[in-house]
């Protein structure tokens, strides 16, 4: 892949992980490390999916401050299969941190 390229490259391998993944949309967005700024929003959705990632172009991350703490290198924010219907344990001070198997089931 090249830099003339990868925008192409980017757009093809979005399409076959939202194939792959059952996925509505899947998208890619470019941070601008200095601004802290979304510059750049590739997606590939199917015909009847709602969201629109490009919305995210030009906002600040520092606007999303959920997203913000989610975000570091090579890392999946989150996954969720919603055709099966999954009860999540609410924590409590008590109980303190979860791991990810026993959160849900």
């Known amino acids: 892949m090249t830099a003339e390229t990868a925008v192409e490259r980017l757009v093809v391998n979005l399409e076959l992980l939202r194939d792959a993944t059952r996925t509505d949309a899947a998208f890619h967005v470019s941070l601008d490390t200095e601004s802290s700024a979304f510059v750049d929003v590739q997606v590939a959705r199917g ?12 906002q600040s991350l520092e606007a999303l401050p959920w997203l ?14 919603t055709v099966t219907r999954v009860r999540i344990k609410p924590r ?14």
Do not use: F, H, Y
């Open 47 to 58: 015909m009847l999916a709602t969201g629109n990632p490009e919305q995210l172009r030009g």
């Open 68 to 81: 913000k703490t989610r975000l570091a290198s090579l890392r999946v924010s989150e996954i969720r299969d």
């Open 92 to 105: 409590t001070a008590r109980s303190g941190p979860t791991s990810a198997s026993a959160r849900c089931w």
